[in-house]
């Protein structure tokens, strides 16, 4: 049972505009939501994360968005550069107080010049 | 700094075998956590690692075994190899309370012929 989803296997956009991510969970005990970018042939990147006592956490180019109510969050890239270009992963984390993630199964960006 | 590294990057087994995948975490770092990541999906979480002891564990079968050292480092072993079991492995460190801490290696490569 998938308990954190992203519907979009890839979404391309065009150097400059805005990239929006998007993440799904099922897990109301989720407090702690992270994304993360992969290039072929590494690991996980950490990007951003938000707690679930915040609705809105800024990065420089990036922005996490999370509505609890809906159980969705999303990641804004703004303005997308060619290096963006990756796997996103979405992940949560339990209030258990245990910090094992649970991931999405990513997002492909590109972002054309 | 080193992050965390992992060996070896690739590995080729024959089903029915068994096999060690190691990893040393971050400097600084004592929490160990493995994780799967079949094609096309994102990592899941195997087990974590705390004070030499198996602190979490996420739904794998026993064939899935693991070790911590006292310098930290830790081991996955994998026994009676399935082709099911290709996959990239991927060990991350973190500190010992919240996930936004993980640093994750390049993973190892495992195929099951």
């Known amino acids: 049972d998938q308990q954190v989803k992203q519907n979009s296997p890839s979404l391309s956009v065009q150097e400059g505009r805005i990239s929006i991510l998007n993440c799904d969970y099922t897990n109301s005990m989720f407090d702690y939501f992270l994304w993360y970018k992969k290039y072929p042939a590494e690991g996980p990147t950490f990007l951003i994360s938000?707690?679930?006592?915040?609705d809105k956490n800024e990065d420089g180019r990036f922005t996490v968005f999370l509505n609890k109510s809906a159980k969705h969050l999303s990641l804004h890239i703004v303005p997308s550069q060619p290096g963006d270009s990756a796997v996103y992963f979405c992940a949560a984390s339990p209030q258990t107080g245990a910090n094992n993630l649970f991931f999405g199964t990513g997002t492909r960006l590109t972002v054309i010049p | 700094d080193a992050g965390v590294t992992q060996s070896p990057t690739h590995l080729i087994k024959t089903r029915g075998q068994q096999v060690t995948l190691r990893c040393s975490p971050k400097s600084g770092h004592d929490t160990v956590s493995w994780y799967q990541q079949a094609l096309g999906q994102g990592p899941q979480f195997i087990f974590q690692?705390?004070?030499?002891?198996?602190?979490q564990r996420g739904n794998f079968p026993d064939r899935f075994s693991g070790h911590q050292f006292p310098n930290y480092s830790s081991e996955l072993n994998v026994n009676a190899l399935l082709l099911g079991d290709s996959a990239l492995y991927l060990c991350a460190s973190s500190p010992p309370r919240r996930a936004s801490g993980y640093t994750f290696g390049s993973g190892t490569r495992l195929t099951v012929v």
């Open positions: 690692y705390y004070e030499e002891e198996e602190r």
């Open positions: 938000i707690s679930s006592i915040k």
